[in-house]
C-alpha cells in the first residue's frame, strides 16, 4: 500500500468524482482508477460504487476512509516531527538530555 493510493482514495471519497479528482491531483483518470483498483486488490474489499453517472463509498470505503484520514495524518505529523529533529541537530538523545541536565 502506497502513500499516494491514501492519499488519493481519500481525496476521491471527499470528491466523489474521478474526473475532478484527477485534475486536482494532476493525475489522468485511468492513472487514477489503476491506483484505486490496486488499493481495493490489498485492502481485499471495493471502496467505492461507481458508474458513469456517480461515484459513492461502500460500506467498506466508509470504514476505511475514517481509519485511513487519521492514519495519514498521524504519518504526516510524523514525518513533520523527524523533520524538525533533523533541522534542529544532529546529536543523539542521550547527548541532548546530557546538554538540557547541565552536567
Do not use: Y
Not at 481525496?11 to 488499493?39: K, M
Not at 467505492?48 to 476505511?64: P, S, V
Not at 516531527?81 to 534542529?88: P, S
Request: hydrophobic share 45%.
Amino acid at each position: 500500500m502506497e502513500l499516494r493510493q491514501i492519499r488519493s482514495f481519500l481525496s476521491i471519497a471527499e470528491t466523489l468524482h474521478f474526473g475532478r479528482t484527477a485534475e486536482l491531483i494532476h493525475l489522468s483518470q485511468p492513472a487514477l482508477s489503476l491506483q484505486i483498483r490496486a488499493l481495493e486488490e490489498e485492502v481485499g474489499a471495493r471502496l467505492f460504487e461507481r458508474n458513469r453517472r456517480k461515484t459513492t463509498l461502500t460500506a467498506a470505503g466508509f470504514a476505511f476512509r475514517d481509519n485511513a484520514a487519521a492514519a495519514l495524518s498521524q504519518l504526516e505529523q510524523a514525518i513533520g516531527k523527524a523533520r524538525l529533529a533533523a533541522k534542529r541537530k544532529t546529536g543523539t538523545i542521550a547527548d541532548r538530555l546530557h546538554l538540557n541536565c547541565g552536567k
